[in-house]
């Protein structure tokens, strides 16, 4: 049971990143999914949620208007989009899968984590 989040790196303040987030090993029928991240010395937040349908989201207020969580059609896939970054959204991000297809902000309501990729804006 994996989940692989790619798609971090380096950009300039006001640029856009798109994060992906693979499921393999099992299938993830039923999941709601997540993004979290996590800055040095911070615990780590719930930036977006997605349920299975994909018919309900959640943001947190520091991100609503800026990123777009989006799921594949294959649902096993989950990305989010991320535009106008700033410096404040510099952290490492990953993604969850809850089996019970809530949205939870909280980390243990995620029962799968991916391994994080590292987002940094320069400013």
């Known amino acids: 049971v994996q989940l692989q989040a790619s798609g971090g790196g380096l950009v300039q303040a006001g640029g856009s990143l798109r994060l992906s987030c693979a499921a393999s090993g099992r299938t993830f029928s039923g999941y709601a999914m997540g993004w979290f991240r996590q800055a040095p010395g911070q615990e780590r937040e719930c930036v977006a949620a997605i349920s299975w349908s994909g018919g309900r989201t959640y943001y947190a207020d520091s991100v609503k208007g800026r990123f777009t969580i989006s799921r594949g059609n294959a649902k096993n896939t989950v990305y989010l989009q991320m535009n106008s970054l700033k410096a404040e959204d510099t952290a490492v991000y990953y993604c969850?899968?809850?089996?019970?297809?809530?949205?939870?902000?909280?980390?243990?309501?995620?029962?799968?984590w991916g391994q994080g990729t590292q987002v940094t804006v320069s400013s």
């Open positions: 969850a899968a809850d089996r019970r297809n809530r949205l939870i902000t909280t980390t243990t309501a995620y029962d799968y």
